[in-house]
């Protein structure tokens, strides 16, 4: 709500800023400079801060319940949570919205983790087309197969540092080092923002408690 009010009070300065601006003959460029740098300001508040570089957790969460318009968003929050009655439905809206091979392959690849289909994300990984999340899935799936050592040294190609710890979380998890995987979960969400942040702490939530642990 906050973040709403943020952007109603922009665009009346934005509003009254015009009507000066025509009143006193301002140049036309200056206008369109204004009303850029306004708009700007409200994406960022109301999309790419939360999305991208809140470390509030129930901040994210908010953000995520209400853009339910928009799917590929909104998938995370279901996933997230675990909500079944919702996920496929969801899923089916980003499929229709979504044509292009490589941008259903990554949801396609995440869903089939969310349940556990190791064939459905097979099936999508080779056709990812960013590296670190393509590399990120390679390494779940050689976890799946029991080969952690070549889990390990396949994810030192992975660049995002959430990505990597959360990997060893995983394979520290696995291996029964407790200690060592709540270590690692931490080091994950510390390094994520936004959406992303979200989602490890739902997880760590139910599977390394200790890592989010207030």
Known sequence: MKRYRWSIT?????????????????????IVM????ACLIVFTIQFYYPAVLEKRVDRVESFLRSPKSNP?????????NR?????????EQLMSKHKRVAVQATFKAGYGLY??????????VPYIRHADYRAYYEVVLL?????????REHLESI???????????????????RVLAIKYAREAVEASRGVQRY??????????PQAVEA
Do not use: C
Request: without cysteine.
């Open 143 to 151: 976890l799946e197969e029991g080969k952690s050592a070549q889990a």
């Open 83 to 91: 909500l079944e009655d919702k996920a496929g439905t969801v899923m």
């Open 72 to 80: 590929a968003l909104y998938i995370q929050y279901v996933l997230a």
């Open 34 to 37: 204004g009303a850029v740098a």
């Open 159 to 177: 660049r995002k540092q959430w990505m990597r710890s959360a990997l060893l979380a995983e394979i520290e998890r696995k291996a029964d080092n």
């Open 10 to 30: 922009v665009y009346f300065m934005l509003f009254v800023f015009v009507l000066f601006a025509l009143f006193n003959e301002y140049s036309p460029i200056l």
């Open 115 to 124: 349940r556990k289909d190791m064939a459905a994300v097979q099936e999508a």
């Open 199 to 208: 989602v490890l702490h739902k997880e760590y939530e139910r599977t390394l």
